[in-house]
């Protein structure tokens, strides 16, 4: 996914430069824009240097454990970008939780690697020690730990709910770009999920198949998510409800270990987060404002802490 959320800072700036306006006119906005989007944190796995950007609300009460929400951007993007689109500093500040959002591995751009490989175990090795060092400075509920991600980083929150269903309590998704398969999902804990998809989305389509992010076929979403009610061992038929006029939730429930799978389908929406930021709509398509994904992930997960067994 290449689209910049701050499109209009970019834009400034190369007018700027076009018009023949001061060199150092356009360098005081370039390097404003690196300044509004640098990271604050960085850390050292598998020996490469990471980053990452780290919230902490003012409702931080270091006597009481906090809940940590990891949310991670899409292919391209990164994590100032999630930031705005997802709008989760405002839900932390209203609950007091913290929220990290780590930038995938940079080669030109950022980018999580959710096939299988060894460039997924590196990228999910990172996530574990963002995940020590955040607990070694702050007082962290390791039972309300939970991951989201939008595109090729609800992809990864997927490849976490295979790989670190130990630590990870529930995961949501939005748009995902889902390239790691069933067969590559070896762990079969069972682990909560919400998710939101358009059924216009034109890089990772509701109903499965190619795109322009990929030569690879993509699954059918509603396919998908039937298969992580069977994960979880929920009943077979979900309950259906329409929530807005363009949004229906389907809800999983009696689920092993109550790990419910709920799965917002936004008729219209494109590759977009509900109620967050929009993004330029002639590239990924409309952003439905009839529900916020970040509150109701939240609504979701604060209900999900972490089940481990004895």
Not at 91 to 120: I, K, M, S, T
């Amino acid at each position: 996914m290449t689209v910049t959320v701050d499109r209009g800072r970019r834009v400034l700036a190369i007018v700027l430069v076009l018009i023949n306006l001061p060199v150092a006119l356009a360098l005081v906005e370039a390097v404003s824009f690196k300044v509004y989007n640098r990271e604050n944190g960085t850390l050292v796995s598998s020996g490469e240097k990471r980053v990452y950007l780290l919230y902490v609300p003012p409702s931080y009460d270091p006597t009481r454990p906090a809940p940590l929400v990891i949310s991670m951007h899409g292919a391209a993007l990164w994590p100032t970008v999630q930031k705005d689109i997802s709008g989760w500093n405002k839900v932390a500040d209203e609950n007091g939780f913290l929220v990290v959002y780590p930038a995938g591995l940079q080669h030109g751009l950022y980018v999580w690697r959710v096939e299988q490989g060894p460039g997924l175990a590196i990228d999910v090795r990172f996530i574990a020690d963002l995940i020590d060092k955040l607990r070694a400075t702050y007082n962290i509920d390791p039972s309300r730990i939970y991951a989201d991600g939008l595109s090729n980083g609800g992809g990864m929150a997927f490849a976490l709910s295979c790989t670190m269903s130990d630590r990870i309590a529930a995961v949501g998704m939005v748009g995902p770009a889902l390239t790691l398969p069933w067969n590559g999902c070896p762990d079969p804990r069972p682990v909560p999920v919400i998710a939101f998809h358009g059924t216009a989305d034109p890089a990772a389509p509701y109903n499965g198949g190619s795109s322009w992010v990929t030569r690879s076929e993509f699954p059918s979403i509603p396919v998908w998510m039937t298969h992580w009610a069977q994960r979880n061992g929920c009943a077979p038929s979900p309950s259906v409800s329409r929530v807005a006029p363009d949004v229906t939730r389907r809800t999983y429930t009696h689920c092993t270990d109550n790990a419910a799978v709920v799965f917002y389908t936004i008729q219209g929406g494109g590759h977009t987060w509900p109620g967050g930021r929009p993004l330029p709509e002639w590239f990924v398509g409309p952003t439905s404002r009839s529900i916020d994904a970040s509150r109701e992930m939240w609504a979701f997960f604060r209900e999900h802490p972490l089940r481990r067994n004895e």
